[in-house]
């Protein structure tokens, strides 16, 4: 990605922030937001920063593992910077799309093959989507009675992203365990590419697509041969996601709300479904998709209507778990994006001139 790119998509991302926070804002009393988070519990933000981290480090080190089984030689902190870069990519890319092609070419650059890493992007992925459905299948399955009677007129839209995901993972499930499904997927692309408007946009793609699905099918002999490595992975992506979902459960501390341990896992329940709902938003970061939900479930949750205007905490919460989750997390990538480079010319530098 050339740094023109880069620009180009910063500065599309801040004025679509600026568009959405201005119509979040307009629908809300903006004195009263303001108020809110200018009287937080500033060492609860501090401990959702820390949550942050621990989420960056543990999805950084889950990656590394799968890198530093097959490559041993492979640097511990390169690998990191690699992985964590990712943050920064995806945050300005659609669909969050940036950081795998950018990993890939980093590998390259540190004598990985291109066919080789993106076999470990893969793997890696499988164990995201793994670990992300686990978290929300069960989230769903314990809390579903209590989300029918708190928001029944929402209850449709979390089933609705939570069946996005699952139903992404089922596909990657049955593409790459099943040789024949994934043979009549391949024929069913044809046949689409012999109408003028399926040609035009999956002509030149077919063959990039079989080789995925083949891929894919690589990955999963792969994670299946090497389970230990494939549980561990999944169970430090699982813990990550718990440190990030639990952050909203500290931002709402911080502003006052009457929060007991009881409500800790549903606000994690909550905090999954509301990024569930929006990962599949086409805009950097989601901007947009995921303030509406985040605004919409958190202010319906009836611990948060009993503290007073729902609307306001919603809204100064939102603000703070944005500030934290996205500009702060693209912050570290952007940091690991730049250590990374500086860390491979010095050693060009001082290696190979």
């Given at each position: 990605?050339?740094?023109?790119?880069?620009?180009?998509?910063?500065?599309?991302?801040?004025?679509?922030?600026?568009?959405?926070?201005i119509?979040?804002?307009?629908?809300?009393?903006?004195e009263?937001?303001?108020?809110?988070?200018?009287?937080?519990?500033?060492?609860?933000?501090?401990?959702?920063?820390v949550?942050?981290?621990?989420?960056?480090?543990?999805?950084?080190?889950?990656?590394?593992?799968?890198?530093?089984?097959?490559?041993?030689?492979?640097?511990?902190?390169?690998?990191?910077?690699?992985?964590?870069?990712?943050?920064?990519?995806n945050?300005?890319?659609?669909?969050?799309?940036?950081?795998?092609?950018?990993?890939?070419?980093?590998?390259?650059?540190k004598?990985?093959?291109?066919?080789?890493?993106?076999?470990?992007l893969?793997?890696?992925?499988?164990?995201?989507?793994?670990?992300?459905?686990?978290?929300?299948?069960?989230?769903?399955?314990?809390?579903?009675?209590?989300?029918?009677?708190?928001?029944?007129?929402?209850?449709?839209?979390?089933?609705?992203?939570?069946?996005?995901?699952?139903?992404?993972?089922?596909?990657?499930?049955?593409?790459?365990?099943?040789k024949?499904?994934?043979?009549?997927?391949?024929?069913?692309?044809?046949?689409l590419?012999?109408?003028?408007l399926?040609?035009?946009?999956l002509?030149?793609?077919?063959?990039?697509?079989?080789?995925?699905?083949?891929?894919?099918?690589?990955?999963?002999?792969?994670?299946?041969?090497?389970?230990?490595?494939t549980?561990?992975?999944?169970?430090?992506?699982?813990?990550?996601?718990?440190?990030?979902?639990?952050?909203?459960?500290?931002?709402?501390?911080?502003?006052?709300?009457?929060?007991?341990?009881?409500?800790?896992?549903?606000?994690?329940?909550?905090?999954?479904?509301?990024?569930?709902?929006?990962?599949?938003?086409?805009?950097?970061?989601?901007v947009?998709?995921?303030?509406?939900?985040?605004?919409?479930?958190?202010?319906?949750?009836?611990?948060?209507?009993?503290?007073?205007?729902?609307?306001?905490?919603?809204?100064?919460?939102?603000?703070?778990?944005?500030?934290?989750?996205?500009?702060?997390?693209?912050?570290?990538?952007?940091?690991?994006?730049?250590?990374?480079?500086?860390?491979?010319?010095?050693?060009?530098?001082?290696?190979?001139?």
């Amino acid at each position: 990605m050339s740094k023109k790119t880069v620009i180009r998509n910063l500065i599309f991302l801040a004025a679509l922030l600026i568009i959405v926070l201005i119509v979040i804002l307009q629908l809300n009393d903006l004195e009263s937001i303001w108020y809110t988070i200018k009287q937080c519990n500033y060492s609860y933000i501090l401990l959702g920063v820390v949550f942050l981290l621990c989420y960056c480090l543990l999805f950084g080190f889950s990656m590394t593992l799968l890198v530093k089984r097959k490559y041993k030689w492979m640097n511990f902190t390169d690998s990191m910077l690699i992985s964590n870069s990712e943050f920064f990519f995806n945050g300005i890319t659609p669909f969050s799309t940036g950081g795998q092609p950018f990993q890939v070419y980093s590998f390259k650059r540190k004598g990985i093959r291109v066919s080789e890493s993106t076999s470990i992007l893969l793997y890696n992925f499988l164990c995201y989507q793994i670990s992300l459905n686990l978290i929300l299948i069960l989230s769903i399955s314990i809390y579903f009675r209590q989300l029918l009677d708190e928001i029944p007129n929402l209850l449709w839209l979390i089933v609705l992203g939570f069946l996005i995901n699952f139903l992404t993972m089922l596909i990657i499930f049955i593409l790459g365990r099943s040789k024949k499904a994934a043979k009549i997927m391949m024929n069913f692309l044809k046949f689409l590419c012999k109408f003028r408007l399926f040609k035009k946009i999956l002509g030149k793609k077919i063959k990039k697509i079989g080789k995925s699905i083949e891929n894919m099918q690589n990955v999963f002999k792969e994670a299946s041969k090497h389970r230990k490595t494939t549980i561990c992975v999944i169970f430090l992506k699982v813990i990550a996601f718990c440190f990030y979902y639990s952050i909203p459960f500290i931002i709402y501390k911080s502003l006052g709300v009457a929060l007991g341990a009881k409500d800790f896992f549903f606000m994690l329940a909550m905090s999954a479904f509301a990024c569930a709902i929006a990962v599949w938003v086409p805009t950097p970061g989601a901007v947009g998709g995921i303030e509406i939900a985040f605004n919409v479930l958190f202010s319906q949750i009836n611990v948060i209507k009993a503290s007073g205007n729902a609307e306001v905490y919603a809204a100064s919460a939102m603000i703070l778990w944005r500030f934290i989750t996205y500009y702060l997390i693209m912050l570290v990538g952007f940091i690991s994006y730049y250590l990374f480079e500086s860390r491979l010319k010095n050693y060009e530098s001082r290696y190979l001139y």
